[in-house]
C-alpha cells in the first residue's frame, strides 16, 4: 500500500530532485538501487540510491522504520546490501568490511555516546589514528582536530566521561576525522542532547564541511538538520521520495505539513 508520504510527495519527486553532479563535482559516496535488511527478514531499503557530492552535507530525514539509519550500515560496511552498489570516489566498494571502508575514506560515527569515559579526551581521539604509523602525520591530523573543535584541544587531558553529552560528541568528531576521510557519517548525533548541545552540533556538522569533508547525516530532527545541510532526502519504505536543496525542502508546506510537524517557517 502507498504511503502517505509517498502519495504526498511523488508526485513532485522528478521535478524537484537535486541536479546530478557534473564532472567537476563527481560524488564521493553514491548508493545505487542498494536492497538491504537483517536475516531472513523483509528488506529495509528497498532500491534506494544516494549520492554525496564533495563539499556538502546531505541530510536523510523520514519517519521511523524508513531505513536512514540502516544506510548508514550499509556504506560504512556493517551490513553487506543484498542487492546494488555502493561506490567510493570512483571505487566500487560493495560488500567490503568496515575496515576496508575505512581504509576507502569513511568514517562512520554511530547513534549515541561512543566515547570511552574512563579514558582520557587526547587517547579517545588517538584511538581514530591506530591505523597510522608516521608520528608527524599524527600530530599533523592532531594539530588539524583540535584547531577545528578548540574544546577538545582545551579538554585534552581531561577523562571523556567528565564532558557533557555535547562536548562527548565533538570528540567523538574529533576522533573520527583522525583518518582524515572523504565522507564522515553521523547516525542521530544530536541524540539526548539539549537544545544548546545540539546547536552546537550542528554547528561543528558545518565546521567540519567547510574543512573538507563532506558529511552524510541522518537525523530525527529534521527540520534542525536540513537547517544544516545542503541537500535533503526524505526517506519512506527503504527508498528515497523527494530529494533537492534542503532550504527548498524546509519551504515545501506538503512536507512541513507531513513530517516536520507544522507550517514552513516564512522567508523574510
Known amino acids: ?19 546530478e553532479p557534473g564532472p567537476a563535482a563527481e560524488p564521493l559516496l553514491r548508493l545505487t538501487d542498494v536492497q538491504a535488511g537483517y536475516g531472513r527478514a523483509a528488506l529495509v ?18 519517519p521511523n522504520g524508513a531505513g536512514k539509519s540502516t544506510v548508514l550500515k550499509v556504506a560504512s560496511g556493517l551490513l553487506k546490501p543484498r542487492a546494488g552498489q555502493v561506490v567510493v570516489d570512483g571505487v566500487d566498494v560493495t560488500g567490503r568490511s ?7 575514506g569513511l568514517s562512520h560515527v554511530p547513534q549515541g555516546h561512543s566515547v570511552f569515559p574512563e579514558m582520557t579526551v587526547a587517547e579517545n581521539v588517538l584511538l581514530g589514528a591506530y591505523t597510522v ?14 584547531e577545528l573543535f578548540p574544546l577538545v584541544g582545551e579538554r585534552w587531558s581531561a577523562l571523556a566521561g567528565a564532558l557533557s553529552g555535547g562536548q562527548q560528541k565533538q570528540v567523538e568528531f574529533a576522533r573520527s576525522l583522525m583518518v582524515r576521510p572523504k565522507v564522515v557519517l553521523l547516525d542521530e548525533p544530536s541524540m539526548g542532547l539539549d537544545p544548546k548541545a545540539t546547536a ?32 535533503g532526502c526524505v526517506l519512506d519504505l527503504g527508498r528515497v521520495h523527494i ?26
Not at 500500500?1 to 502519495?7: D, F, P
Not at 563539499?55 to 523520514?62: A, T
Not at 568496515?98 to 576507502?104: D, E, K, V, W
Not at 564541511?209 to 541537500?231: H, Y
Open 1 to 19: 500500500m502507498e504511503s502517505e508520504l509517498e502519495s504526498e510527495l511523488a508526485p513532485q519527486a522528478t521535478a524537484g530532485q537535486a541536479a
Open 45 to 62: 531499503l528497498r532500491g534506494l540510491s544516494v549520492t554525496v557530492a564533495p563539499g556538502s552535507v546531505v541530510c536523510l530525514v523520514g
Open 200 to 231: 552546537v552540533v550542528f554547528e561543528q556538522v558545518r565546521r567540519m564541511r567547510d574543512a573538507g569533508t563532506a558529511v552524510l547525516l541522518v537525523e530525527q530532527n529534521a527540520r534542525r538538520a536540513l537547517e544544516s545541510a545542503d541537500v
Open 98 to 104: 568496515p575496515q576496508q571502508l575505512l581504509a576507502a
Open 133 to 146: 604509523r608516521d608520528r608527524s602525520e599524527v600530530e599533523a591530523r592532531t594539530d588539524f582536530v583540535t
Open 243 to 268: 530529494t533537492g536543496p534542503a532550504p527548498d525542502l524546509l519551504a515545501d508546506p506538503r512536507l512541513a505539513q507531513l513530517y516536520l510537524g507544522g507550517r514552513p517557517k516564512e522567508v523574510s
